[in-house]
């Protein structure tokens, strides 16, 4: 069984300023990782995932996430944050194999975007 | 570009009452996924179909619980003799089958509020 921990609840942080949101997974298999957003009143996007190849995965507006196999993390990192940036974020490993569709999240971390 | 849809995206309901809800996924996604999620914790794996075939069913799906995906395009999820512990946001993802980690898109949800 695969378990992720989120341990902030809710960051809160400058506009400018960088920003990391922690992930780390509990799993007997191997797995693949992925970050999910969620802004007010819409369904979850996929920011960006890892599933082989270099841990360093980037996303289309400035996100990152390295994957550490040795301390099972996937910890979210962006250099400069906006406002536009205020939403959930969301952790989530899949097994990898007959069931990679079988999406386990954490509990989320609310990433606030002060001015 | 036509996303996945839920219909309804609220509903009270009395506890004993049936409730059914509709998830309209992107036209030619073969997989169509339902997930709960409660205040504070992510949302959590209940079932997913492979085109018409319900394919795996989670131990939180209970007997109350059924779900159908008629001519594999939109589905429905009913709950039977709705509890207090229903309430919870109810998501739908859909996704394109390929070969592995295919990217799930999710539908806005719908809230069930059990009083």
């Known amino acids: 069984a695969q378990s992720v921990t989120q341990l902030d609840s809710q960051v809160p942080v400058f506009e400018e300023a960088p920003v990391e949101l922690r992930c780390n997974y509990s799993?007997?298999?191997?797995?693949?990782l992925f970050w999910y957003v969620q802004y007010p009143n819409q369904g979850l996007q996929l920011l960006l995932k890892y599933l082989s190849g270099s841990t360093l995965v980037e996303s289309i507006n400035g996100f990152e996430a390295e994957f550490n196999k040795s301390q099972t993390s996937f910890h979210l990192r962006k250099p400069s944050v906006h406002i536009s940036d205020t939403a959930e974020y969301f952790c989530?490993?899949?097994?990898?194999?007959?069931?990679?569709?079988?999406?386990?999240f954490g509990s989320g971390t609310r990433l606030l975007v002060r001015p | 570009d036509t996303g996945v849809s839920q219909n309804p995206r609220h509903k009270i309901t009395k506890r004993g009452q049936n409730v059914t809800f509709r998830c309209d996924p992107i036209s030619e996604h073969n997989r169509l996924y339902w997930y709960r999620q409660t205040l504070g914790q992510g949302p959590e794996f209940l079932t997913y179909?492979?085109?018409?075939?319900?394919?795996?069913k989670s131990r939180l799906l209970s007997d109350r619980f059924s779900a159908e995906r008629p001519k594999g395009s939109f589905s429905t999820l009913e709950i039977q003799r709705t509890e207090q512990g229903d309430s919870a946001m109810y998501l739908c993802a859909s996704s394109l089958y390929r070969d592995r980690a295919d990217e799930q898109y999710f539908g806005p949800g719908t809230r069930l509020t059990v009083t």
């Open positions: 799993s007997s298999v191997s797995v693949y």
């Open positions: 989530a490993v899949s097994p990898e194999g007959d069931s990679s569709y079988k999406l386990i």
């Open positions: 179909f492979q085109n018409e075939a319900q394919l795996e």
